[in-house]
């Protein structure tokens, strides 16, 4: 857990950067889910919504970037303050492109919200919630100091590879069967490869946990360890 400094001034402002990296975790949550409802109820005014929102995505990224710059100018943290900041750049950086990943999702809605819908959503939401409790998980272990939910976060990215895979076979076979289509089921397909890259953003947090706390890198690792 993290530790309480003699400098108020300096305790505050690390736990302003804590409470803006979790908002931000929470805004790009917010802003997957409500992307693929924009989807599965054909609602196109909620998917504009949301792209327009994507601004205050960005803004936050800019500000947290101006906090961290601060603090490591200002104070020359060392030790695990200078880890806890400088992984906190690092974690933004996926937030933001996360909530790219929620537009360009709204975008493919927006589209195949003018066309008869091709089959029923199910895999897409289930996607979208497991990547959802990755990105709240893997902040959660950032802010706690937390291997093993980090160590879990890594290893719930499989599944979501398998039902990325499951509906890439599965729009394939629509296109093979009939040509007309191929435009909707690529845009399918398209949608579940957005949340295939949510969730790995959200491995990426976890990993830079793992490294952060226990200066370990299990980056491209071909098995994952049973613990850290």
């Known amino acids: 857990m993290p530790t309480e400094h003699?400098?108020?001034?300096?305790?505050?402002?690390?736990?302003?950067?804590?409470?803006?990296?979790?908002?931000?975790?929470g805004l790009v949550e917010d802003q997957i889910q409500k992307a693929v409802k924009s989807?599965?109820?054909?609602?196109?005014n909620l998917a504009e919504v949301i792209i327009e929102r994507d601004h205050e995505v960005n803004r936050l990224d800019v500000d947290i970037d101006d906090v961290c710059i601060r603090l490591l100018a200002l104070h020359q943290p060392a030790g695990r303050d200078l880890r806890f900041i400088?992984?906190?750049?690092?974690?933004?950086t996926d937030l933001e492109?996360?909530?790219?990943?929620?537009?360009?999702?709204?975008e493919r809605a927006l589209e195949l919200n003018q066309e008869p819908q091709l089959k029923p959503y199910i895999d897409i939401p289930r996607m979208a919630q497991i990547s959802q409790r990755m990105i709240r998980e893997s902040l959660d272990a950032f802010v706690r100091e937390d291997t093993d939910l980090?160590?879990?976060?890594?290893?719930?990215?499989?599944?979501?590879?398998?039902?990325?895979?499951?509906?890439?076979?599965?729009?394939?076979t629509f296109m093979i069967e009939n040509v007309q289509t191929i435009s909707r089921a690529t845009k399918i397909s398209s949608v579940?490869?957005?949340?295939?890259?949510?969730?790995?953003h959200a491995t990426?947090?976890?990993?830079?946990?793992?490294?952060?706390?226990?200066?370990?890198?299990?980056?491209?690792?071909?098995?994952?360890?049973?613990?850290?």
């Open 150 to 172: 980090a160590l879990k976060v890594c290893k719930d990215d499989t599944e979501v590879d398998q039902l990325n895979a499951q509906i890439f076979r599965e729009t394939l």
């Open 6 to 25: 003699t400098d108020k001034r300096y305790e505050e402002e690390l736990k302003k950067l804590r409470e803006e990296i979790l908002y931000m975790g």
């Open 97 to 106: 492109r996360i909530g790219d990943m929620a537009v360009n999702i709204c």
């Open 86 to 92: 400088t992984t906190g750049l690092k974690i933004t």
């Open 39 to 44: 989807l599965v109820d054909r609602d196109s």
């Open 192 to 200: 579940s490869k957005y949340l295939e890259r949510i969730a790995d």
């Open 204 to 228: 990426n947090i976890a990993e830079m946990v793992i490294f952060m706390v226990k200066g370990k890198s299990i980056r491209h690792m071909k098995e994952l360890p049973p613990s850290i």
